[in-house]
């Protein structure tokens, strides 16, 4: 989750306000789309994020990416020179700009949908959110007798927490990893 936020912060500051002119699918598993056609022409009106998604979202329609393990975006100059080598996905900006999407184990995608909701019904609340409390935290724990590191992991629990955030946090309040959640 911190990762994926700093992404969105840097392309918010960067995209906000850009046009779509093209798409390059290289791989075509990377994109998952739900419409008809791809939103050229589409104005990039903010970038969010809700757990690890990165939200994009358009006039009508939202690109929503999830980097999963080995995914990265990278904004480049139309002239920049750039690697090809696990070059999944291209979008050409009306600017000149480039955003280009390389994922090398390609477990990352890209989704292209007008209802974004329908991607994060199953997700628990975003570990960022204000809404996040200690007091909802130990309600939803009383419940779960699963072991508190799968329940941090579990996305439908808290949206956001990988693997890496979930062993500190639980090193740093001197919890073992196969405690019981509740």
Known sequence: LPEVEVIVRELKARLVGEVIRRIQINWQKSLVQTGNSLPLGAIIQSVDRYGK??????DKEFILIHLRMTGQIIISEIEDQFSTNHLQVIFDLK???RILYYDARKFGRIYLTSDPDKYFKDLGLDALSPDFTKKGMIEVLSRKKSRIKTF???QKN???LGNIY???CLFA???HPE????
Do not use: H, M, P
């Open 158 to 160: 808290i949206a956001g």
């Open 53 to 58: 998604f990165i939200i994009v979202s358009l």
């Open 179 to 182: 405690t019981q959640a509740n």
């Open 166 to 168: 979930s062993d500190e």
């Open 152 to 154: 941090l992991l579990d």
């Open 173 to 175: 309040a001197g919890i």
């Open 95 to 97: 600017s000149g700009k």
